[in-house]
């Protein structure tokens, strides 16, 4: 036998032109990293357009291709490993808080709605004096107006003996008058 030597040109790479459609490479967008079906299962979880979300196993199977004869035990655990990556936790908690966040903002807004109506009617002198009374207590009430308790915050570290030598002066000045 002969030693051959390889007349092929010896190559080497100098830059990756694809490394920006790498998927080693973390995506700066909440989500952006995730499968389409990883995203369904989240969307599901959540819950879209204000509806309640299913639970995690009907959420699996929604998404994925799951068989009809697969244990429930084995789903719930491929529901529940699903839900604990990191990626997936993150994004159900950002998709979480945008719906909480969207929640307050149409209870404002209701809260807004209904105090305008109020203030119209309470002004309308064309309906009866008790509607327009009726309107300025509840505008009263919302902004606290009509409020009998007294709330005191003590914020005071005190001791139990404290406590104790203030609760027998008030018991005191109470029984002396």
């Given at each position: 036998m002969t030693d051959k030597k390889?007349?092929?040109?010896?190559?080497?790479?100098?830059?990756?032109?694809?490394?920006?459609?790498?998927?080693?490479?973390?995506?700066?967008?909440?989500?952006?990293?995730?499968t389409e079906q990883m995203r369904g299962f989240c969307f599901d979880v959540v819950g879209k357009n204000g509806e309640k979300g299913l639970s995690?196993?009907?959420?699996?199977?929604?998404?994925?291709?799951?068989?009809?004869?697969?244990?429930?035990?084995?789903?719930?655990?491929?529901?529940?490993?699903l839900r604990a990556k990191d990626n997936i936790r993150i994004f159900i908690?950002?998709?979480?808080?945008?719906?909480?966040?969207?929640?307050?903002?149409n209870e404002v807004k209701r809260t807004d709605v209904i105090l305008e109506k109020i203030e119209k009617m309470a002004d309308d002198i064309n309906v009866t004096d008790a509607v327009r009374l009726k309107g300025l207590e509840l505008l009263g009430k919302h902004h606290g107006l009509f409020t009998d308790v007294l709330k005191v915050d003590d914020k005071r570290d005190r001791t139990s003996n404290e406590i104790?030598?203030?609760?027998?002066?008030?018991?005191?000045?109470?029984?002396?008058?």
């Open positions: 390889d007349d092929k040109p010896n190559l080497k790479l100098v830059s990756d032109n694809d490394s920006r459609n790498s998927k080693s490479k973390k995506s700066n967008v909440i989500g952006g990293d995730l995690l196993i009907e959420a699996y199977r929604n998404n994925y291709n799951v068989s009809k004869d697969i244990k429930p035990n084995t789903l719930r655990m491929l529901a529940s490993r908690d950002h998709l979480l808080e945008q719906k909480m966040s969207l929640h307050r903002m104790e030598t203030d609760l027998l002066t008030k018991l005191n000045s109470i029984i002396s008058k």
